[in-house]
């Protein structure tokens, strides 16, 4: 435990350098950079939310069977796995700051704006992996077919990045609070259902064949996923 702790020390104390008087895109590439180059180290996040996804599809497949019938249903357990899975992975990158007490480096060295961003790239990243997992072996274990490839994986970009930015925001929010992931998935719930209510229309239709139906979910998805970007962009240097 300590010794990860220090390596994530070093890690920021590293970056310090390359944050001090840069532009701010430099200083969202850093940021990023550096969280990918601890998890890299550990995979703690990746292991623990690949397998989280692997054991819901396994159970889910094995309770259901075929939902090629069934696509309001299929639609729904697909997004409650992800949004499970989001929980898991969303939030470790503030926390882990905490945890190693190099969160006022950051403040010091960098606009709170490049930290948002750079860490919600990170989640976002991390989110996308494990949909590309999660969405084929879905829909190969339901038996599932998708009308529009191109449409489901707008829907599905959109909501990550919507979770992303909201996760980024409310894991700097509980980031000092006992019980972190169970609080994130209380808090994160209301935040994320207008998105997940879109994207469940979105692809229950799309399962279905019913293309006619999806513009006006979409249009939803995508007004609430940048407002989801710019509050997250205006408040994070308030709660963080």
């Known amino acids: 435990m300590g010794s990860s702790k220090s390596s994530w020390a070093r890690a920021v104390e590293q970056t310090r350098v390359t944050l ?6 430099r200083q969202v590439l850093a940021i990023a950079r550096k969280e990918f180059q601890s998890e890299w180290r550990t995979r703690h996040a990746l292991v623990t939310t690949f397998a989280f996804a692997l054991i819901a599809l396994t159970v889910v497949s094995l309770s259901v069977g075929s939902l090629r019938s069934e696509p309001a249903l299929a639609a729904g357990l697909f ?19 905490v945890d190693a007490h190099t969160e006022n480096l950051l403040r010091l060295n ?7 961003a750079g860490k919600m790239l990170f989640n976002f990243a991390l989110l996308t992996f494990v949909a590309a997992f999660t969405a084929p072996l879905f829909m190969t274990a339901m ?3 998708v009308a529009n490839l191109g449409l489901f994986s707008l829907t599905i970009f959109l909501t990550l990045v919507t979770m992303a930015a909201l996760g980024t925001l409310l894991g700097a929010m509980l980031a000092r609070a006992q019980s972190r992931i169970a609080l994130l998935g209380v808090a994160a719930f209301p935040l994320f259902f207008p998105a997940l209510a879109a994207a469940l229309q979105t692809s229950a239709a799309l399962f279905s064949g019913d293309l006619d139906t999806t513009a006006m979910p979409l249009r939803a998805l995508t007004a609430y996923a940048g407002v989801a970007l710019l509050g997250g962009l205006l408040l994070f240097d308030e709660v963080w």
Request: charged residues 15%.
């Open 20 to 25: 001090k008087s840069s532009p701010w895109w």
């Open 79 to 97: 997004w409650v796995i992800l949004f499970f899975a989001a929980i898991v992975a969303l939030g470790r990158t503030v926390t882990k700051e």
């Open 110 to 116: 960098a606009d709170a704006t490049a930290v948002f």
């Open 143 to 145: 038996g599932v077919n």
